[in-house]
């Protein structure tokens, strides 16, 4: 597929979604970073959910370093491997605490060596953050699209981000995650219905049934 009509897609996306903010609550660059680690796995809906009451408990890197696994674990108890989660937070808190004076990082290749922060955390943090977009996000809602369409033959995350962005002008790279998030949601999802879709025409349908392209 070429760059002028991935474009085009997006502009229907984005004129039928008309996404004007993050899916994660958060109001500083800590509770997106916290936040972000808490979603892997998770819906934003519970993240956000549990978000709620932890920011009003734990308001800087220190309050999170500072406290016990048990105690995290309370307020994120019905997060996907909160104990996991929990120890990370607190490990890359002790870290901004002691590295980068209690602040997050606007570099990122110094968040990724933050405990339980890969590539496409990073990504969302810069971007939601910081206004500094260094990439595209990929999660599983932007591969199982970006290979319907043909924007790619990739399944590795790191691959299909290096395809998006030699397909896809810069300045949609932070919001093509969260287009593709809206749409796979709502119409292309594991049985996608290309009847409902808004760019079924403009749709490669890699690897959908035969039966359901019809």
């Known amino acids: 597929m070429d760059s002028k009509r991935a474009v085009e897609i997006i502009k229907k996306l984005k004129k039928e979604y008309h996404i004007t903010k993050h899916y994660l609550d958060f109001k500083t660059p800590l509770q997106l970073l916290v936040a972000a680690i808490l979603s892997a796995q998770v ?22 370093a500072n406290a016990s696994v048990e105690k995290l674990i309370k307020y994120i108890k019905k997060i996907n491997f909160a104990g996991n989660k929990a120890r990370n ?8 605490v002691k590295d980068y004076k209690g602040k997050v990082p606007q570099n990122i290749e110094e968040l990724m060596k933050l405990p339980g922060i890969g590539r496409k955390t990073a990504v969302v943090i810069m971007a939601g953050a910081f206004n500094k977009v260094e990439g595209i996000a990929v999660d599983t809602h932007v591969i199982r699209l970006a290979y319907r369409l043909g924007w790619t033959k990739n399944k590795d995350p790191k691959k299909i981000e290096q395809d998006l962005m030699k397909l896809i002008p810069k300045k949609y790279w932070h919001e093509i995650q969260w287009l593709l998030k809206a749409h796979g949601r709502k119409i292309c999802g594991r049985k996608p219905k290309c009847t409902e879709c808004i760019i079924e025409k403009l749709c490669a349908k890699q690897g959908v049934d035969k039966k359901i392209k019809q």
């Open 89 to 96: 937070i607190i490990k890359t808190c002790k870290i901004l």
């Open 43 to 64: 819906k934003d809906e519970t993240v956000n959910a549990a978000t709620k009451e932890l920011f009003k408990k734990f308001k800087t890197a220190k309050d999170y």
